[in-house]
């Protein structure tokens, strides 16, 4: 026979056990527009559709919305805007690889574009679920899980370039100030200006970037 003291013990082991069974496991899925249920530890390309992608990004702020306009500058303005400078930067760019290139930003129509100060606040969590994401939606429409180095290297200078521009127009910085984090700022046509760098209503952004996808996917 136990002594007291271990039955004691041992009895609120198994209302601890209890408790836990009691207590639900903490919800790790969004219910998306298109009603599919996106998890986001596992996420399969199954529930993954363009059109909540489309709707999301339209809808997400860049710069968390200190910008100027009547709209937000949203994550969807912005892809076909560094979409259209990588184009700018190598014109000979199969579609596929200008799929990727608008594709590049696409988890944050369920994780929310996170400012890269805040980022840096928590460390590698949030990478760690936007690569899960990433590749999600790259396999959903029939890209490689991760995209090739040049690739990576060329979204990462066209989005360096697109972040200058929205900085030092709509976000407030200086010239300075915004080639210290961005770079040099680039080359680029007026009519380029006058199309990317005014924001857009989000039911113009939605539909934009919908056009642009159904383009380069060849739908």
Excluded at 18 to 38: D, E, K, N, T, Y
Excluded at 172 to 197: C, H, I, N, T
Aim: glycine share 6%; net charge positive.
């Amino acid at each position: 026979m136990m002594p007291p003291s271990v039955q004691r013990a041992h009895g609120r082991g198994k209302q601890a056990k209890r408790l836990i069974r009691a207590v639900p496991a903490p919800r790790a899925w969004q219910r998306m527009l298109s009603g599919r249920r996106l998890d986001l530890l596992d996420p399969s390309p199954l529930d993954i559709e363009i059109e909540d992608i489309a709707h999301g990004l339209a809808r997400v702020a860049r710069w968390n919305g200190q910008t100027n306009g009547a709209h937000i500058y949203s994550v969807a303005q912005h892809s076909l805007f560094v979409e259209a400078l990588a184009r700018a930067r190598t014109p000979r760019l199969d579609d596929r690889c200008r799929l990727a290139i608008l594709l590049h930003d696409a988890p944050e129509y369920v994780i929310g574009d996170m400012i890269s100060p805040f980022k840096a606040v928590i460390g590698d969590a949030y990478k760690a679920v936007e690569r899960r994401l990433l590749t999600a939606i790259h396999l959903r429409f029939g890209l490689p899980p991760k995209s090739p180095p040049q690739i990576e290297a060329l979204i990462k200078a066209a989005d360096r370039q697109a972040a200058f521009l929205e900085a030092t127009q709509l976000a407030g910085f200086d010239a300075a100030e915004a080639r210290r984090f961005f770079g040099r700022p680039p080359k680029f046509s007026a009519a380029m200006e006058r199309d990317y760098l005014k924001p857009w209503p989000a039911e113009t952004a939605q539909a934009r970037y919908l056009e642009r996808f159904n383009r380069l996917a060849g739908v």
